[in-house]
């Protein structure tokens, strides 16, 4: 699923310096979808260990890595203290959408940066919906879906802000700061990214929430309606920002 976030991922992953040969840690890896871009990354001689500590998100990402004809992803259940044997030689750690999930940003970077060596790299890919003004047209909408996600985040005690935390969380688990960016994910009348899949595969946590009614969401026919909405009004609206920030071991 190759979208402007995934775009804005390669960039970070490019200049960090993540490349062929490399032994990369994925954590929170999801789906697999970073995991997939860090297995063609670092090429057969590099190996991509896709840890996550929900055991159906591995098996998403293990699906996914065998749909995508990858062999170089090794899949390990569990947390960012996560123990295995090539623990502390890593050339890298990657997350994205993971630290904001974290109740101490800081420690859970400081438990990473044991599974790098020295000189290592650590990349964090975090978004924030809190920030981004809703744009000079009106589209209603786009701002009740977005509501939905800041509401589930906050009720599950995520925190919204994380990208503007990146910085201080690296710094304070004692790593050096290369760069912090960010970029806004912005929807044109034409753009093409997957709301109504993010919304299909977050609809449980929404409903659980009491947050949306399955009538109100009607996810058949999200998309379609989200891009009528921008296309009448001929609108261009910025749906999030996105940060991303690495650090290396010293
Ligand atoms: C929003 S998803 C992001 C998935 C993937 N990184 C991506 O961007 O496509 C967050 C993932 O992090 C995992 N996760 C959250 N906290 C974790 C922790 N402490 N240790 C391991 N995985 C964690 C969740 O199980 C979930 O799969």
New binding site residues.
């Given amino acids: 699923m190759p979208n402007y976030v995934d775009e804005m991922t390669e960039r970070m992953l490019a200049d960090a310096g993540i490349g062929p040969g490399m032994r990369v840690l994925?954590?929170?890896?999801?789906?697999g979808?970073?995991a997939l871009m860090l297995a063609r990354r670092v090429g057969d001689q590099g190996q991509v260990f896709a840890?996550?500590?929900?055991p159906k998100?591995l098996e998403l990402t293990r699906e996914n890595a065998k749909k995508a004809g990858v062999s170089n992803i090794t899949f390990i259940e569990?947390?960012?203290d996560v123990a295995f044997p090539e623990r502390g030689t890593l050339d890298a750690v990657v997350?994205?959408?993971?630290l904001m999930?974290?109740s101490d940003a800081t420690r859970?970077v400081a438990q990473l940066s044991d599974a790098v060596r020295r000189g290592g790299v650590i990349a964090f890919h975090e978004h924030d919906m809190v920030e981004i003004s809703d744009g000079q047209t009106s589209l209603p909408l786009h701002d009740r879906v977005r509501s939905w996600l800041r509401e589930m985040l906050r009720l599950e005690g995520a925190n919204l802000r994380m990208g503007f935390d990146l910085y201080s969380a690296l710094t304070s688990a004692g790593l050096a700061v290369e760069r912090v960016r960010a970029e806004a994910n912005v929807l044109t009348p034409t753009a093409d990214y997957p709301i109504g899949w993010i919304i299909r595969a977050v609809l449980p946590r929404l409903l659980h929430l009491g947050i949306v009614t399955e009538a109100e969401v009607d996810v058949e026919t999200l998309d379609d309606r989200l891009t009528a909405e921008r296309k009448a009004a001929n609108a261009t609206c910025l749906w999030e920002m996105v940060f991303c920030a690495w650090a290396r071991k010293t």
């Fill in positions: 994925d954590i929170g890896c999801g789906p979808w970073v840890v996550d500590q929900n998100m569990g947390g960012f997350g994205r959408r993971v999930y974290q859970a």
